[in-house]
């Protein structure tokens, strides 16, 4: 269906397949489910379960439109209403049956409750004998709203109220029915400590709002009641004083383009889950996180030279002075070391990195240095559950706090954008298992190949991430036997990690 409405290419479909994979792990074996050959699945709970049923949902109500009209029938998630004019109720069940036969042609079973004048629907009654509608809760469904003093927006709090009663209001079909249904919102706003109560908002004719699109940026810092400072308002002041209405860019930076809005700290829940992986991986990481130079002595980091997601500092001493280059790496830092040596020890890399340009300099000057790797700081890269790069943050708050005097590095690195985000997008990743084989010994001899002949290398220091990840991500480990698999077990053996697919509703919205 989607396919009459735009252009969706052969890739595009694949790449919908493929991450709509699932599969079920148990002490190292695949779970397959019963009947099913393939591993096509929308698990419950899964990142984009709400949009799927939403699609399935869209195409539902594209078949039903065709039989009864559009009109009537709603759906939201896995509950819909229909409502028919003129109906009796043979008539009624004949529809019902036919409705039936529909869905399961769709493979679905569903329940339809017909011949009905007052049905509940979400949290709304409806009632067509009188023709009014109330609010509805399911028994024993009591209301929680976050509590006054949560560590939540102050504008978030205290707006709690007035939302309520207005989605109690705009439920409700009149004054009356709305004050019997208020007191048990009341209690429910009472017990989390707020003081308000809930007053009826007669509804109003929707205004014919001016739909012109703004192009605004937002700043989204998170809230924590801990902080004393005021960070939006003086974020906002900032943008007062740095463009004024004389500055050239007031135009794009001002106080009607650049809004600011809180985001929330991470809960109880999250914090507790990220302490216990961190946990659990630091018993894998300290075997890996060692040194594998042949000789010990020469190590470059004091044999941490597999240390992996550092920041790292190197100090180039010359009799006179000090200067510091301030690095970061996600793969094992020794990947990183490789790419600045050959910088430093081949001329035509000499403008790599600013690093190897001071050297170049040094060496032109001939005069004697020597240079000095350590670690700064430890921070983990970007993650697509906290959607936060915390190793770019570091490096760029260490590169701020160094003094400009001996720091190597250029200003415009503060401005630059992530790179460990990208191997998260769906279109960085191959669409198949035997797609991503390839790739992956395309990369292993395209490495291989670089190694020898240089001269690919641009840039030690930007060297494009995707391919160290794609290395890093997908390695084949022990093939053991030759027979004939399921799906699942290939992916064991072959250790591909499928990729979240959080992202593929961007492919849509565009
Ligand atoms: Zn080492
Ligand atoms: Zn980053």
Redesign the pocket.
């Known amino acids: 269906m989607a396919k009459d409405h735009t252009h969706i290419s052969n890739q595009d479909v694949q790449i919908i397949m493929h991450s709509r994979k699932s599969l079920l792990f148990d002490n190292g074996t695949p779970w397959m489910k019963k009947g099913h050959n393939d591993l096509f699945d929308v698990t419950m709970g899964s990142y984009d379960g709400a949009e799927v049923c939403e699609l399935v949902g869209l195409y539902i109500l594209n078949t039903l439109a065709r039989e009864y009209g559009k009109e009537y029938i709603g759906l939201y998630r896995d509950d819909g209403l229909a409502a028919f004019k003129n109906t009796n109720g043979s008539k009624a069940d004949r529809i019902r049956k036919h409705m039936i036969s529909l869905f399961k042609e769709l493979g679905l079973n569903i329940t339809i409750d017909c011949n009905l004048k007052i049905t509940n629907f979400l949290d709304v009654t409806f009632n067509l004998n009188t023709g009014k509608h109330y609010p509805y809760r399911k028994p024993n469904d009591h209301p929680v709203y976050i509590h006054r003093n949560s560590n939540h927006p102050p504008n978030i709090i205290r707006s709690l109220p007035a939302s309520i009663s207005r989605r109690i209001s705009a439920i409700s079909h009149d004054e009356e029915i709305f004050k019997k249904a208020a007191p048990a919102y009341e209690e429910a706003l009472k017990s989390s400590n707020y003081t308000e109560g809930l007053s009826y908002i007669a509804h109003q004719p929707t205004k014919n709002n001016r739909n012109r699109k703004r192009n605004i940026i937002w700043f989204n810092p998170p809230f924590s009641s801990n902080v004393a400072t005021n960070i939006g308002g003086t974020f906002l002041k900032l943008i007062n004083k740095h463009f004024p209405k004389t500055s050239k860019l007031h135009k794009i930076f001002n106080r009607n383009t650049v809004k600011v809005s809180y985001s929330c700290m991470p809960n109880i829940a999250s914090i507790i889950k990220g302490h216990n992986k961190r946990i659990a991986a630091t018993h894998t990481s300290k075997e890996k996180e060692a ?3 042949r000789k ?1 002595d020469t ?3 004091n ?4 240390a992996s997601n550092i920041i790292y500092k190197a100090e180039v001493k010359t009799i006179d002075n000090c200067k510091t280059y301030i690095g970061l790496t996600e793969p094992p830092f ?1 990947l990183r070391y490789g790419n600045h040596k050959m910088s430093l020890n081949h001329e035509k890399h000499q403008n790599a990195t600013e690093l190897s340009k001071h050297i170049w300099q040094l060496k032109q000057n001939n005069q004697p240095f020597t240079i000095n790797w350590s670690i700064a700081s430890r921070a983990k890269a970007y993650s697509n559950e906290s959607k936060r790069c915390n190793l770019c943050l570091t490096e760029k708050l260490i590169i701020i706090n160094t003094d400009k005097r001996t720091l190597l590095n250029k200003r415009p690195e503060l401005i630059s954008k992530c790179r460990h985000e990208n191997k998260f997008y769906i279109n960085n990743s191959s669409p198949t298992t035997k797609h991503r084989q390839e790739n992956h010994t395309q990369l292993r001899s395209e490495h291989r190949r670089k190694a020898k002949n240089p001269n690919n290398r641009t840039d030690a220091k930007e060297n494009t991430p995707t391919a160290e990840h794609r290395r890093k991500s997908y390695k084949p480990t022990n093939r053991t036997d030759a027979k004939e698999n399921t799906p699942a077990e290939q992916y064991t053996n072959n250790r591909i990690i499928p990729v979240i697919p959080t992202r593929i509703l961007y492919i849509h919205g565009a």
């Open positions: 040194c594998n130079c010990k190590c470059p980091l044999g941490n030279c597999q020794k």
